[in-house]
Every structure is written in structure tokens, then in C-alpha cells.
């Protein structure tokens, strides 16, 4: 799991900016969610929280949340271009 941001708690975005992280699925994708607006793009969130509202996260929200109580996270600072990359899904090889 990497925790991307320039934030003392990780958070992902601009100074000040946005809060979330990446977390690499069982799949081997890439998901970046955002905890602080609580979402994620894997289908898992979007068929149980989104469409049927039955739950209230997914498993990447809540390794990031654990993540986050545990203090186990990695930092990085991330510049408006790295932030668009991210964004786009183009860092994902």
C-alpha cells in the first residue's frame, strides 16, 4: 500500500488539498481512493455502497483506514502535473 501526500497524515493532493491513498487490489490493480469524500472506484464499492446501500466501505477503504490507526503508511509529496497522472490512471503499468 502506498499513502501518497504532503500532509502529516498522508493524505493524497495539494497542500492542504485532497485526502486519500492507493491501494494495490488482490488483482494486482491500482485503486486511488479518497477518504476524505469516502470513496473508491472498485466495483466492490460501487455494487455494495453505491447501487444497493448495504455497506458501508470496501476492503481498499478500510486497509486504508487501518493503515492510517496503525501509523503504517508511506508518504509522498505529489506536484499538480504527478497529481493529474495519478488522477488519469496513467501511472498504472
Not at 472506484?41 to 455497506?55: D, K, M, Q, S
Request: aromatic share 8%; net charge positive; charged share 10%.
Amino acid at each position: 500500500m502506498i499513502w501518497r501526500g504532503p500532509s502529516a497524515d498522508g493524505r493524497l493532493g495539494r497542500e492542504g488539498g485532497e485526502g486519500g491513498g492507493q491501494v494495490t487490489g488482490a488483482s494486482g490493480r491500482l485503486y486511488t481512493c479518497f477518504v476524505s469524500c469516502h470513496y473508491c472506484p472498485c466495483p466492490a464499492f460501487t455494487y455494495t455502497v453505491l447501487h444497493r446501500n448495504i455497506g458501508l466501505l470496501c476492503k481498499h477503504l478500510l486497509a486504508i483506514y487501518l493503515c492510517g490507526a496503525m501509523a503504517v503508511t508511506q508518504q509522498e509529496s505529489v506536484s499538480d502535473q504527478q497529481m493529474t497522472v495519478i488522477l488519469s490512471g496513467a501511472h498504472a503499468s
